[in-house]
């Protein structure tokens, strides 16, 4: 069972995948981590929110098609996945499926089509 704040990590030689009961999963390649966090309900973040992971590290794909929205804060930002499929790997998010949207303070939302790799950073002005 896992709680707000603990983190998911594997070895070198490891991987691990988690699944819940409507079909979604977040896998972990070898040398990742990632922590999980708690929804905050605020002007930004919907009641609908049902996931929120934290600074990942490593190769992580995430395929929450199933899920109507789940977060990831990395780099300062805001990973928006709606019924969606995408790997954040060395500071990238690659997205498969779904609409996925970055969200920076003080940055206009870049949505990030499927296909699409763009660095997850701050959009230079």
Not at 87 to 116: C, D, E, I, K, Y
Request: charged fraction near 20%; hydrophobic fraction near 45%; proline fraction near 7%.
């Amino acid at each position: 069972l896992l709680s707000p704040g603990d983190a998911l990590a594997t070895a070198a030689s490891s991987r691990a995948a988690l699944f819940d009961r409507k079909g979604s999963s977040v896998s972990l390649g070898a040398s990742s981590r990632l922590r999980l966090g708690v929804p905050a309900m605020d002007a930004t973040t919907p009641a609908g929110t049902l996931f929120v992971f934290l600074d990942p590290e490593g190769d992580v794909f995430l395929d929450v098609r199933k899920a109507e929205r789940v977060e990831i804060l990395a780099g300062g930002g805001r990973l928006v996945l709606e019924r969606a499929a995408a790997r954040v790997q060395r500071n990238q998010l690659s997205v498969m499926a779904g609409r996925v949207t970055l969200l920076f303070p003080g940055a206009a939302a870049q949505h990030v089509p499927a296909g699409r790799t763009v660095p997850i950073a701050p959009p230079v002005r």
